[in-house]
């Protein structure tokens, strides 16, 4: 049985992630579970495409990904399941299926094709997503559920891009973190080790390899455990000390080899 991993922003709070796993449970008994994480901001799809590709590299091959972060949950939005090398994506066509490389396929969710009762129109996750994710686990194959369509046809992941300019390569801040790290778009494999960080008003960071290189209050340029660049503190907060935020542009000047 292939393993199912959860991404979702239904929070802790309520009883929504619990009836997830029950349903995954019923339809796939044993199915291994893992929780990538239920506090996506709610209804933040570019917080959720981030967290899924920052997860993906890492999941286990042949892995079904449930991600819903679904706010146009009843409207007339697809639902689909994307193939992505051994991988399956089941996800509400918002931006999250999108969000991952090397896809191959992509087919509807028809709830009537699936032999499903009619979702609801707040809880598809529970009524389509789960049934779906259960049923890839356990071999069923993604044409069974409907009507395959274009990769192109899939609504964009909203992620910017970084872009060169002339003062170097723009990056965009596109999360902050629980301990206030300002992660940017930009890989640190395409920075050179000598680049620096400009941001508000002409200041600049430094690129360091460990946090611990940095001196008492320094904001420093760090390559973190997703391989982004991003501004960072050392035992303290980032998104304090610099007021920057989600979305604000970061220069990195082009360094030397």
Known sequence: MRPVALLTDFGHADHYVGVLHAVLEREAPGVTRIDLGHGVKPGDIWDACFQLR??????????????VVDPGVGTDRRAVVVSAGSRSLVAPDNGIAAAVSDMTSAVILDW???????????????????????????????????????????????????????????????????????????????????????????????????????????????????????????????ADATGLERGDTVVFSKGER
Request: with cysteine; proline share 7%.
């Open 112 to 238: 009537r094709r699936m032999d499903l009762e009619e979702p609801s129109k707040t809880f598809h996750a529970r009524d389509l997503f789960a049934p779906a994710t259960a049923l890839l686990a356990c071999g069923a194959e993604a044409l069974e559920f409907g009507d395959e369509v274009e990769i192109g046809s899939l609504q964009a992941c909203p992620l910017p891009e970084p872009e060169e300019s002339p003062s170097g390569l723009e990056a965009v801040i596109v999360h902050v973190d629980h301990f206030g790290n300002l992660v940017t778009n930009v890989r640190g494999s395409d920075a050179e080790p000598s680049a620096t960080a400009t941001w508000r008003a002409g200041r600049t960071s430094r690129r360091v390899g460990t946090y611990g290189e940095a001196q008492p209050d320094e904001v420093v340029l760090i390559e973190g455990s997703a391989g982004f660049l991003e501004l960072a503190l050392n035992c303290g907060s980032a």
């Open 54 to 67: 920052c997860a993906w590299p890492h999941l286990p091959a042949e892995c079904v990904v449930m991600a």
